[in-house]
């Protein structure tokens, strides 16, 4: 038998908490930026609407909570809110720092936002990523602005050849949808702006 609240106990359950949000979800220094207009980032296996979830969630507490509590508070598995929170702070609506998960200055202006305006701020944080940029950059090069779903899907299997591709087309697919980045016609595998 276990005191659940005595001190030892207490401490030992705060350990175990830093260990796996260490893991999960470090605290990196910011990448330089050189390296991160080079970079491919891989895409978060969630929906927008569970990254919006969060920081709706976050706005109504003060900015900031345990990633533990919010899985609680939530009813949502672990694993979900942490890729949430991976999602979240790869936009930088969010920072983790240690178990928190908080409000970057960019995510409270998301949460404050029209309808409108949280499209365009979605879009913009988007296109941030190395993914979605090399995506942009070719639909505007294009003379009808559009892509063959497989040549994206090429794109991916290039440059993460160690993610499930069709996985991180569909993640890719629903962001873009999200902010109204691109359209994507699944009967003919096209992507257009």
């Known amino acids: 038998p276990r005191d659940y609240r005595s001190p030892q106990f207490l401490k030992l359950v705060d350990q175990l908490h830093d260990v796996i949000t260490g893991h999960e979800i470090p605290d990196l220094p910011p990448p330089d930026q050189k390296k991160q207009l080079a970079t491919i980032e891989p895409i978060p296996d969630t929906k927008p609407s569970l990254v919006v979830g969060l920081l709706e969630y976050l706005d109504a507490r003060g900015g900031r909570e345990d990633i533990f509590r919010i899985a609680t508070d939530t009813r949502h598995e672990f694993g979900e809110v942490i890729t949430a929170a991976e999602a979240a702070e790869l936009l930088d609506f969010v920072d983790t ?37 090399k995506i942009h950059e070719l639909l505007g090069k294009q003379e009808e602005h559009k892509l063959e779903g497989e040549l994206v ?17 569909r993640n890719v697919i629903a962001w873009a949808r999200y902010g109204d980045l691109f359209a994507y016609t699944e009967e003919t595998d096209t992507i257009s702006t």
Not at 119 to 133: D, I, S, T
Not at 154 to 163: K, N, S
Request: hydrophobic letters at 40%; zero cysteines; a positive charge.
């Open 97 to 133: 720092p240690k178990r928190a998960v908080q409000l970057t200055d960019t995510g409270r202006r998301y949460v404050k936002a029209s309808p409108e305006e949280r499209v365009g701020l979605w879009r913009e944080q988007v296109l941030k990523l190395g993914l979605f940029r």
């Open 153 to 169: 899907l090429d794109l991916i299997v290039l440059h993460m050849p160690h993610e499930d591709h069709g996985k991180v087309f």
